[in-house]
């Protein structure tokens, strides 16, 4: 560690824009895309998998089990560091080994969307351009808060990735309960807050007309299969009727640029049941 920090230093001259950026959150980087900085990038975490250019760049590790000396490898003159970022001291060690770094909102709403682009912008120096990209999202935004509640349709939102035992379902006062309300559907879950299990009675009992599942959700539960076979679910009428969406993962649940768009996307495909 020494060693590294004693052979590295970082040569920015005061007053440069950075062009040697290392983004870290799904979120972040989608956003630096999204306003047509991705160039400056040179690398980012592995949640970062949107759009596909950022695939092509190396990866420091898991946004939550980052590593010092894997970011300060690449010599970065600025790291866009998300909030939800680990190990917490992270920051603050990169900031003792002279780098720039820039702490982005892990806010959980459309507003901390215009957060994150507006700190980002700002850090990048293309203000402008997030005024831009503020300004279409908030015509979205108005877009969706024009539409009337859609009242007959209520959902059950299923979590599951690799690694989790069982599934769970959003409740209340969870980020996926936040995205069906502005898409204007109800949660079939009440009495919940947060993800929780849900046993095959309370799912019968909250006769859900829809299941809503993200693309890994689907892939880790075994496909549609796998959905349909979960306990209770059959003797529902989203599961009488198959009536399933599949949403972006980190569109629906990232809270960045794409995800009013997935949310009207979401709309009109429940519109169309």
């Known amino acids: 560690m020494g060693l590294l920090l004693s052979c590295w230093s970082t040569a920015l001259v005061a007053g440069s824009a950075p062009e040697r950026i290392i983004s870290l959150g799904g979120d972040v980087t989608e956003i630096v895309f999204a306003l047509g900085e991705g160039d400056r990038l040179i690398a980012r975490d592995t949640t970062s998998q949107f759009p596909q250019e950022a695939e092509n760049l190396p990866d420091v590790g898991y946004l939550r089990q980052l590593s010092l000396e894997g970011i300060l490898a690449y010599r970065p003159d ?61 015509e979205e935004q108005e877009y969706l ?21 069982a599934p769970l379902v959003a409740g209340q006062g969870s980020s996926a309960d936040s995205m069906l309300s502005l898409a204007g559907i109800s949660n079939a879950v009440e009495g919940l807050r947060g993800y929780k299990p849900l046993s ?4 019968i009992g909250a006769s859900p007309e829809l299941v809503i599942v993200t693309e890994a959700g689907l892939r ?3 496909g549609e299969t796998g959905i349909w076979s979960l306990p209770g679910l059959s003797r529902t009428p989203a599961g009488r009727s198959r009536h399933l969406i599949v949403v972006d993962d980190l569109a629906f649940l990232g809270f960045g640029p794409r995800t009013p768009t997935e949310l009207i996307r979401l709309r009109e495909q429940v519109e169309q049941l």
Do not use: C, T
């Not at 603050?92 to 700190?119: F, P, T």
């Not at 539409?147 to 979590?159: E, M, Q």
């Open 145 to 165: 808060a024009s539409k009337a509640r859609l009242w007959d349709k209520n959902a059950v939102f299923i979590l599951n990735h690799g690694g989790m035992s």
């Open 220 to 222: 880790s539960l075994g």
């Open 78 to 138: 600025l790291v866009l560091l998300s909030e939800a970022s680990r190990p917490a001291p992270i920051a603050n060690r990169l900031r003792s080994a002279g780098v720039r770094v820039e702490s982005i909102s892990y806010q959980q709403d459309l507003q901390g969307v215009h957060l994150k682009i507006a700190q980002i912008a700002e850090a990048l120096g293309v203000e402008d351009k997030g005024k831009r990209l503020s300004q279409r999202l908030e």
């Open 200 to 203: 095959p009675e309370g799912l």
